[in-house]
């Protein structure tokens, strides 16, 4: 099996460029089983400790990174060191063909579907444990029992995914919230079992009562099912959400791939004939039509036509091509009929190196650091501490074991991170679905701590801060210049002329319609012979007055359409890509929140800077980057980013996919590609700034909760946990104030209901 792309490196027998150079290889593995931060930080060392290996290890996208030397190590040794450290590797699957193209799709749902399905269980099984246990009225005889047979599968099978990873951390000598969750849980439900079979608990007419302060002896006669199973229900709702947020994480480069075309128009002997894009090669000639994407990067041979390139470029006017140009595949041809002479295929496309782009941003980004993570390396071990410590001082000093056991489970109890479960997935669950009502998709909580730290926001210019259509702003000359213009230009297809269309009122009819592609149209309207086109279309000399209005429109980076009639120019239409009425008031509303915006984009210098000034930037400040391609958009967050800076991106095209991975934090247009919306942190529903200036107030309040609900987690446990060791809460009470302490994270992240949009009521 190919370890990765061979064409981007030299194979492993090559000769090396230069002495001293290592032939290396890379592959990306695909890892399950990480449960937090920490597991990505073992597996990392574990690989880096093998001769020749430099390893990347990502939490959030569930991916390793690894470049290795493959005459020392092979794919199968990384596989095989990943599984001795507990985890499962894969390396890449095989291509996907047509027939199987939904299976990779299921595959991915797999882990989400099963915690669905484990919640969704475990939750009906606990409802009526927790009712019969926190209400003495409903307890009937024997009630115990039926407690038992319903909180057994939720105990064993619902948290078995927490037993699990215990199990797996112990065998490594480490710990983390999973463990205390998993000793927890176990506590609870054991110490119910030897209540039940052992002591009081089982007998006819047990009734739960509720004291303050723990009885000697009175442990048997208590049992604690609804705790395990409560806390079981609370951490897989929580580990669940976590899971939906993470399963698209890779899907970036499946949309950006499936921009390309499915089949090309090849020229055999004279004849089209449609072959899978697969099946082209360098040399091949295809035919592309109007409307049609091109199939793969080539040379025009014949035909002249104007192609969308915004998906790469940015650029809002079509380019007009003729033979001996050059086309990308996957733009689309908007004018007439392309012979194209393929020059890259396969993984040497520039959307396949586009492609490339996305996946090497989103795996240089750093692991999560959950801080409930970081805290358990401290919290969980002394916990453990404590509780043995419990056991073995009450043993010492009242010789009562099962005072001794009462006390170490509650410590134990109280200790369980329920809260901390929840601290998370309730404040990211309110803020999310508050945010979607204000056109904000929040993609996961790792997106929520960029957005306090950053300080600049790159903003793309077509489709983002412009409508990316093109309108008319101008007419000089003539009053009959638009209505004749219009006219003639009705005929055509290309977008300057669907502008002009657009801006005139009733047209009268054509006669003699005929189009010179990259040239300009022409017609007889009403008996006069109409000319609409560049200044070589143009019958005549322009006019001082006409050719001033031309030399303006363009320096502002706009387009000049001239018209002439009978023979001599009479006017001139002039298009633009038009700016968003909230454009400028979001910009002032960013600056506000602290954030640097500058206008990237891969249109002309000319029009960039135009429509900067248009909404309050500077292009003399540097607060303007023109003529970058993605690959330089990419170089341009890069360059920031090692001058100290966080960086935020917007954008809404294909263009701006790797920028926005590469972004500390990237925020997608929803009305723009697929492949931006998967390559960003944050989608705004709302195509205008006004969203991205809500997702950035959203999410640092967001993040604000998320800590606040953290402290107060850790604070009951500090605060109650002695308590629970000197005897003063039993476990039952123990159970309560932790479901008090869940409430209160619930309660304060619901607050997160009340937020509102700064943008101005419409």
């Given at each position: 099996m190919s370890a990765g792309p061979q064409a981007e490196r030299p194979a492993a027998g090559a000769p090396a460029a230069g002495e001293g150079l290592v032939a290396e290889d890379e592959v990306r593995l695909e890892i399950t089983g990480m449960t937090c931060a920490s597991c990505a930080n073992r597996i990392e060392r574990k690989l880096n400790k093998l001769d020749g290996v430099q390893a990347s290890v990502n939490y959030a996208t569930e991916a390793a990174t690894v470049r290795f030397d493959p005459a020392r190590v092979d794919p199968d040794q990384l596989v095989a060191t990943v599984a001795a450290a507990g985890y499962s590797a894969a390396l890449p699957a095989p291509p996907?063909?047509?027939?199987?193209?939904?299976?990779?799709?299921?595959?991915?749902?797999?882990?989400?579907?099963?915690?669905?399905?484990r919640l969704?269980?475990?939750?009906?099984l606990?409802?009526?444990?927790?009712?019969?246990?926190?209400?003495?009225?409903?307890?009937?005889?024997?009630?115990?029992?039926?407690?038992?047979?319903?909180?057994?599968?939720?105990?064993?099978?619902?948290?078995w995914p927490f037993h699990r990873a215990a199990v797996v951390n112990a065998r490594h000598g480490a710990s983390t919230m999973d463990t205390l969750v998993s000793i927890g849980i176990s506590a609870a439900y054991l110490w119910s079992l030897w209540a039940l079979f052992f002591g009081d608990a089982g007998m006819p007419g047990m009734r739960m009562e509720f004291t303050l302060l723990p009885e000697r002896g009175a442990g048997t006669h208590e049992i604690?099912?609804?705790?395990?199973?409560?806390?079981?229900?609370?951490?897989?709702?929580?580990?669940?959400?976590?899971?939906?947020?993470?399963?698209?994480?890779?899907?970036?480069?499946?949309?950006?791939?499936?921009?390309?075309?499915?089949?090309?128009?090849?020229?055999?002997?004279?004849?089209?004939?449609?072959?899978?894009?697969?099946?082209?090669?360098?040399?091949?000639?295809?035919?592309?039509?109007?409307?049609?994407?091109?199939?793969?990067?080539?040379?025009?041979?014949?035909?002249s036509s104007a192609v969308d390139l915004s998906m790469l470029t940015g650029e809002s006017v079509p380019v007009e091509v003729s033979a001996g140009d050059r086309v990308t595949g996957a733009t689309v041809n908007v004018g007439g009929r392309l012979v194209v002479e393929a020059t890259r295929v396969g993984t040497d496309t520039t959307l396949a190196q586009l492609g490339r782009l996305v996946t090497q941003a989103q795996?240089?980004?750093?692991?999560?650091?959950?801080?409930?993570?970081?805290?358990?390396?401290?919290?969980?071990?002394?916990?453990?501490?404590?509780?043995?410590?419990?056991?073995?001082?009450?043993?010492?000093?009242?010789?009562?074991?099962?005072?001794?056991?009462?006390?170490?489970?509650?410590?134990?109890?109280?200790?369980?991170?329920?809260?901390?479960?929840?601290a998370t997935p309730t404040a990211l669950l309110v803020g999310t679905g508050r945010g979607a009502q204000l056109g904000v998709l929040i993609k996961g909580p790792e997106v929520l701590e960029s957005t306090r730290r950053v300080d600049t926001v790159l903003l793309d210019k077509t489709g983002t801060v412009t409508t990316g259509q093109m309108s008319l702003v101008e007419v000089a000359g003539h009053p009959e210049t638009l209505r004749l213009a219009a006219a003639v230009e009705a005929g055509s297809e290309h977008p300057i002329a669907r502008a002009i269309v657009a801006g005139a009122g009733e047209l009268p009819e054509v006669e003699g319609f005929a189009s010179?592609?990259?040239?300009?149209?022409?017609?007889?309207?009403?008996?006069?012979?109409?000319?609409?086109?560049?200044?070589?279309?143009?019958p005549g000399p322009v006019p001082a007055d006409l050719a001033a209005v031309v030399e303006r429109a363009e320096q502002a980076g706009q387009t000049a359409v001239l018209v002439a009639v009978d023979g001599a120019v009479a006017g001139v239409c002039v298009v633009a890509d038009t700016v968003k009425p909230t454009s400028a008031a979001a910009i002032v509303r960013l600056r506000e929140l602290g954030l640097a915006p500058v206008l990237l984009t891969g249109d002309n210098a000319g029009a960039a800077a135009a429509v900067a000034r248009s909404v309050g930037l500077d292009p003399d400040r540097?607060?303007?980057?023109?003529?970058?391609?993605?690959?330089?958009?990419?170089?341009?967050?890069?360059?920031?980013?090692?001058?100290?800076?966080?960086?935020?991106?917007?954008?809404?095209?294909?263009?701006?996919?790797?920028?926005?991975?590469?972004?500390?934090?990237?925020?997608?247009?929803?009305?723009?590609?697929?492949?931006?919306?998967?390559?960003?942190?944050?989608?705004?529903?709302?195509?205008?700034?006004?969203?991205?200036?809500?997702?950035?107030?959203?999410?640092?309040?967001?993040?604000?909760?998320?800590?606040?609900?953290?402290?107060?987690?850790?604070?009951?446990?500090?605060?109650?946990?002695?308590?629970?060791?000197?005897?003063?809460?039993?476990?039952?009470?123990?159970?309560?104030?932790?479901?008090?302490?869940?409430?209160?994270?619930?309660?304060?992240?619901?607050?997160?209901?009340?937020?509102?949009?700064?943008?101005?009521a419409a």
């Open positions: 996907v063909t047509e027939d199987d193209a939904g299976a990779p799709d299921e595959a991915a749902r797999t882990p989400e579907a099963a915690l669905r399905q969704l269980v475990s939750a009906a606990t409802l009526p444990v927790l009712v019969l246990s926190m209400v003495p009225a409903l307890q009937f005889d024997n009630w115990q029992w039926l407690a038992l047979t319903l909180a057994s599968p939720v105990a064993v099978w619902g948290a604690y099912l609804e705790v395990a199973a409560a806390v079981t229900v609370f951490l897989l709702a929580g580990r669940w959400a976590e899971a939906r947020a993470k399963r698209r994480s890779g899907a970036a480069l499946t949309a950006l791939l499936e921009l390309g075309a499915k089949d090309a128009a090849v020229l055999q002997d004279g004849r089209e004939v449609r072959v899978p894009i697969a099946q082209l090669a360098v040399g091949m000639r295809f035919v592309v039509r109007p409307g049609e994407k091109v199939a793969t990067d080539g040379v025009v041979v014949s035909g795996s240089g980004k750093a692991p999560v650091q959950r801080l409930a993570d970081r805290v358990s390396a401290v919290f969980v071990p002394v916990v453990l501490l404590i509780a043995v410590a419990t056991l073995v001082t009450w043993l010492v000093v009242t010789g009562d074991v099962t005072a001794a056991f009462t006390a170490a489970v509650a410590v134990l109890v109280i200790a369980c991170p329920c809260a901390l479960g929840l010179e592609q990259g040239i300009g149209v022409q017609g007889r309207v009403e008996g006069r012979d109409v000319v609409v086109g560049r200044t070589s279309a143009m540097g607060e303007v980057v023109a003529g970058v391609l993605p690959a330089g958009k990419v170089d341009v967050v890069r360059e920031l980013q090692a001058q100290g800076r966080v960086v935020a991106m917007v954008g809404d095209g294909v263009n701006d996919a790797p920028a926005l991975a590469q972004a500390d934090l990237g925020l997608a247009m929803g009305s723009g590609t697929d492949v931006a919306i998967e390559a960003s942190d944050l989608t705004l529903v709302r195509a205008d700034l006004d969203a991205a200036v809500d997702a950035v107030r959203l999410s640092r309040r967001t993040l604000a909760v998320i800590k606040g609900n953290l402290f107060w987690a850790f604070a009951y446990n500090v605060a109650l946990v002695p308590l629970a060791a000197l005897g003063f809460l039993n476990p039952l009470l123990a159970g309560l104030a932790m479901a008090a302490s869940s409430v209160l994270v619930v309660t304060n992240s619901l607050r997160l209901r009340a937020f509102r949009s700064s943008a101005p």
